[in-house]
C-alpha cells in the first residue's frame, strides 16, 4: 500500500519555467491539500480539494494552480516559478467528513528556483 | 499572525525521562488539534489527536492534554527514546467542512542515549 505519493522528489527550475508537481493517493480519500514547508515554518496550505472535480484556495495560492480531474490525484502547477518558490511541498490526503480523520502525508518534493 | 504557535523551536531530553512539547493557540474556533512527527526527507506522520471536548487522550507513550481556557495543549512522550528524536508539529483545525490543518513552526526534539 503506496500511501501518498509525491513525483518528482527533487527538480531545479530557472526562474520563469513551469512545472506540474503529481501527488497520488491509492487510500480512495475524498479530500487532498498542497502545503509548503519552508525553513523555520510550519505547513501552509496552498490548496485543496474535497473532491474530485473541486478546488480551493488555501494560505497562500498566489503563483500556484491545482487540478483534481481524478479522485487520486492532485496536481500542483507552477506557471512562471520565482525564486520565493523554492521549498518543499508536500501532499496530503484524508479519507472524508468526521474529525476524526488525520491527514496522510507524502514525502515531499524538494524545489529550487533559480 | 500565527494562530498556532509552538515557541520552543528546540528540546533535548535523556533517555528515559518526560518529553513535554508545548503548543499555543490564539483561535477559540479551533476544536481539533494534532500531533505529528516528522523525520528527515520524510513526510510528517500523524502521532495523536483530541477533540475539544476532551482536555486529555492517550496512545501508548503519547499522551495530549488540551487546556481550553488557556489555550494551550502540550505533548507528553514517556518514557523518551532515542527513537522519538524528530520534529514535532502541533496543528489545529476548526468547524469547516475543508479539515483544513493549521500548523505551527514545529519543536525539534532531540533523546540522548
Known amino acids: 500500500n503506496a500511501g501518498v505519493t509525491q513525483t518528482p522528489k527533487f527538480r531545479v527550475l530557472k526562474t520563469g519555467q513551469s512545472m506540474t508537481l503529481l501527488c497520488a493517493q491509492d487510500?480512495?480519500?475524498?479530500?487532498m491539500y498542497w502545503y509548503r514547508q519552508d525553513p523555520g515554518m510550519g505547513l501552509r496550505l496552498i490548496h485543496y480539494?474535497?473532491?474530485?472535480?473541486?478546488?480551493a484556495k488555501g494560505e497562500v495560492p498566489d503563483g500556484y494552480n491545482v487540478s483534481r480531474l481524478k479522485k487520486q490525484n492532485f496536481l500542483l502547477g507552477l506557471e512562471s516559478a520565482a525564486p520565493s518558490q523554492t521549498s518543499v511541498y508536500f501532499c496530503?490526503?484524508?479519507?472524508?467528513?468526521?474529525?476524526?480523520?488525520?491527514?496522510?502525508f507524502g514525502d515531499g518534493t524538494r524545489l529550487s528556483i533559480l | 499572525d500565527q494562530q498556532v504557535k509552538q515557541n520552543s523551536p528546540s528540546l533535548s531530553v535523556q533517555e528515559g525521562r518526560i518529553s513535554i512539547l508545548n503548543c499555543d493557540y490564539t483561535?477559540?474556533?479551533?476544536?481539533?488539534f494534532l500531533w505529528y512527527k516528522k523525520y528527515p526527507a520524510e513526510g510528517p506522520t500523524f502521532l495523536i489527536s483530541?477533540?475539544?471536548?476532551?482536555d486529555k487522550n492517550e496512545d501508548g507513550r503519547f499522551t495530549v492534554f488540551l487546556n481550553k481556557s488557556a489555550k494551550h495543549l502540550s505533548l507528553h512522550i514517556v518514557p523518551s527514546q532515542p527513537g522519538d528524536s524528530a520534529v514535532y508539529f502541533c496543528?489545529?483545525?476548526?468547524?469547516?467542512?475543508?479539515?483544513?490543518?493549521?500548523f505551527g513552526s514545529g519543536t525539534r526534539l532531540l533523546v540522548r542515549p
Open positions: 487510500m480512495n480519500h475524498e479530500y
Open positions: 483561535n477559540s474556533m479551533f476544536d481539533y
Open positions: 496543528a489545529a483545525s476548526g468547524m469547516d467542512s475543508s479539515y483544513k490543518l493549521i
Open positions: 496530503a490526503s484524508r479519507r472524508g467528513q468526521g474529525w476524526n480523520q488525520p491527514q496522510h
Open positions: 483530541i477533540s475539544s471536548i476532551k
Open positions: 480539494s474535497v473532491g474530485e472535480g473541486t478546488t
